[in-house]
């Protein structure tokens, strides 16, 4: 059982900047991909970026790339998601998640359906 608990989340203007964490256990969250999706009110969940389980594979939802970033630190199980040049679009509830990766480092799950552990959510509002 993996659980993971997001913080960060908050109000801020236009153009600002957010970093977002996720603090997962247990001790094998290493052998975890793990990905960053948000859901706005009245739409589906989206997949926002989502990275491998050695961290040295990423990738981004093309309304994020450029803008954001996403890392982990394997010793502390630590998942961030630096947030930049945030727009008014980018509110919504953010939700970390874990996949196992079954001994594939380089395995980056992009479908909600791919993940096997979620987290509360943490609530993102730009204003304009």
């Known amino acids: 059982q993996v659980q993971l608990v997001e913080a960060g989340g908050g109000l801020v203007q236009a153009g600002g900047s957010l970093r977002l964490s996720c603090a997962a256990s247990p001790r094998t969250f290493s052998s975890y991909a793990c990905g960053w999706f948000r859901q706005a009110p009245g739409k589906e969940r989206e997949f926002v970026a989502a990275?491998?389980?050695?961290?040295?594979?990423?990738y981004y939802a093309d309304s994020v790339k450029g803008r954001f970033t996403i890392s982990r630190d394997n010793a502390k199980n630590m998942v961030y998601l630096q947030m930049n040049s945030l727009e008014p679009g980018d509110t919504a509830v953010y939700y970390c998640a874990a996949a196992r990766s079954y001994g594939y480092s380089r395995y980056v799950p992009l479908l909600p359906s791919e993940y096997n552990y979620w987290g509360q959510g943490t609530q993102v509002t730009v204003s304009s």
């Open positions: 990275i491998s389980a050695s961290g040295g594979n990423t």
